[in-house]
């Protein structure tokens, strides 16, 4: 009797255990580019003027719980690249740096071993793929290989590079892809098609009635516009996007891995053009909403919603409310941002193409207000300028102007055009309650998601075996590399390695390697670094030598 009743506490007591710590399957890392904290605040207010209530909150709100500090390796003001790179790999690195180990400067925060340099640095992405077999997708508005989503699964010094990066992504086991960026990605959709991925270019019927797990979905050749100049019956939402994509990933045995980016509020930040920027941030958190339902329904998935770093210097109030900030209404503060239905952006691409009598009626129609006689002027001056330019050049010269004749007439500040160092924003959503909170670093976010992927203190052993040097691989055999094309622009290079029997062939950024007319898989991508001339590759590929 008395053994029974312990046995059934027991068995209370685990599933109460059970039930307050489910197992994590899924993580959703949501990154809003470039977004400074008080963009929160004022797409807060501006939600609630438009609602007609100030009670209104954001869906990042109820979770929001620390700060965290984020810079680049010398530089305490992050760029993309090495800002997500970090919380990917856990090893600050250098602007332009994706997913790579940084150059030795003499201006490095923390120690940097210079015999490491340019070497690819697996990601808790790829390694809960290789690890724990868990679906991967990329969700952003801007182009596949942008610094973010290629963070996340390539590797390369130069994020220019951007036809490199997206090599490796197609070749990388990514799932789902729901973004811009199609021109780099055509000349390998053959390579995604035989792996059974369903690939769609500006297909909005096609992406709403996709049924297979793998998709790969693209809305522009290159970034998708501003949600403010786009064409939304043609280009989905990023929170369609995210529901789309989530929809793909759900039934994935071993769970999922995706990044959603929003990543045109940096964009529009650069620009100092703030109404762009809360329409971005606003898009971005209704995606954010569809990832919390997602997650609150499964019960077995996190959310984690941090920016990369500051951007702009954005506040609420500027030099022109000085002595007048405690005395400014709210629609001082809302009108001007209403008013502005389009984009700085799209209002110079406009200009550049009109006579310039059309220049009040434009800012009149797109902005509702009545631009200033020496404002005309100025944009007139700057026309005559770039006379003979080509278009898209004309077009940005005049987006600055815009964007300082769109500044003056609102009540918001800016300080910079570039990125600031200030530390973001941390929002997680845990069904188990027990994220941290508080400060945090860079670092301590890529421990976070190793931990939530089951894939702590997994990458740099990962990351020694699968990103060896060729020249310490193949030690003693004859060795040479090649361009594998005559075109000059081509970045793909070919390894060759010799032994008395066999030849071996690797080509850089792809998952395989080809032995004596054999193709062979790897669970990696292979990475040709030019600057040192050297191939990193798994050191397992030698066993295959006799
Ligand atoms: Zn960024």
Redesign the pocket.
């Known amino acids: 009797m008395k053994k029974a009743l312990i046995i059934q506490f027991f068995l209370l007591f685990s599933i109460s255990v059970f039930a307050q710590n489910e197992e994590v399957k899924n993580v959703i890392l949501m990154i809003p580019?470039?977004t400074s904290s008080s963009v929160l605040a004022l797409s807060r207010w501006y939600k609630g003027y438009l609602a007609g209530d100030y009670n209104t909150t954001l869906a990042v709100d109820p979770y929001l719980r620390g700060l965290v500090r984020t810079f680049s390796s010398n530089n305490p003001i992050g760029?993309?690249a090495p800002?997500?790179s970090c919380y990917m790999t856990g090893q600050p690195s250098k602007a332009g740096f994706v997913s790579t180990y940084p150059e030795k400067t003499d201006s490095d925060l923390f120690p940097v071993d210079a015999t490491r340099t340019y070497q690819p640095l697996i990601t808790a992405f790829e390694a809960a793929r290789i690890l724990k077999h868990k679906a991967i997708g990329l969700v952003a508005t801007s182009y596949l290989e942008d610094?973010?989503p290629a963070d996340c699964m390539s590797h390369y010094y130069n994020r220019h590079k951007r036809a490199i990066l997206a090599k490796q992504m197609v070749y990388n086991g990514v799932d789902v892809v729901i973004s811009g960026g199609a021109k780099e990605v055509r000349p390998l959709e053959n390579e995604l098609k035989n792996k059974g991925v369903n690939v769609i270019y500006d297909d909005i019927d096609g992406f709403r009635n996709n049924e297979s797990d793998k998709l790969w979905a693209f809305f522009d050749e290159s970034d998708i516009p501003y949600h403010l100049d786009c064409d939304t019956d043609n280009v989905p939402s990023l929170a369609e996007m995210t529901k789309v994509a989530l929809n793909c990933l759900a039934g994935s045995p071993d769970g999922f891995a995706i990044m959603v980016e929003g990543s045109k509020v940096?964009w529009a930040a650069h620009n100092d053009d703030a109404k762009t920027i809360v329409d971005e941030y606003l898009e971005f958190d209704k995606a954010v909403q569809v990832a919390i339902d997602f997650a609150k329904k499964d019960g077995h998935t996190v959310v984690v919603i941090l920016?990369?770093?500051g951007?702009s210097g954005i506040s609420i109030g500027s030099r022109k409310t000085n002595k007048t900030y405690n005395k400014m209404k709210i629609d001082e503060l809302m009108q001007p941002l209403i008013d502005y239905t389009v984009s700085a952006e799209k209002l110079g691409d406009l200009l550049a193409g009109s006579d310039n009598a059309e220049i009040k009626p434009l800012f009149k129609k797109l902005c509702n207000f009545d631009i200033a006689d020496e404002d005309v002027k100025e944009i007139v001056d700057m026309k005559a300028k770039s006379e003979g330019n080509e278009h898209s050049k004309v077009a940005y010269t005049l987006t600055k102007v815009v964007t300082n004749i769109l500044y003056k007439n609102t009540c918001i500040g800016f300080t910079t055009y570039g990125?600031t160092g200030e530390d973001v924003f941390l929002a997680i959503y845990d069904p188990n309650n027990n994220a941290p909170t508080g400060w945090l670093t860079n670092t301590d976010i890529n421990e976070y998601l190793c931990e939530l992927l089951g894939v702590s203190g997994q990458l740099p052993k990962l990351t020694d075996e699968l990103y060896a040097r060729h020249q310490e691989v193949f030690d003693g055999y004859e060795v040479k590399i090649e361009k594998v094309s005559k075109d000059e622009k081509d970045d793909n290079y070919k390894l060759i390695v010799k032994s008395k029997k066999q030849k071996l062939e690797i080509e850089s950024y792809t998952n395989y390697f080809v032995l004596d007319g054999k193709k062979i898989d790897l669970e990696s991508v292979v990475i040709y670094v030019d600057k040192n001339n050297t191939f990193y590759l798994p050191k397992k590929i030698r066993e295959y030598l006799q």
């Open positions: 580019d470039g760029d993309s800002t997500t610094a973010t940096d920016p990369d770093h951007n990125h």
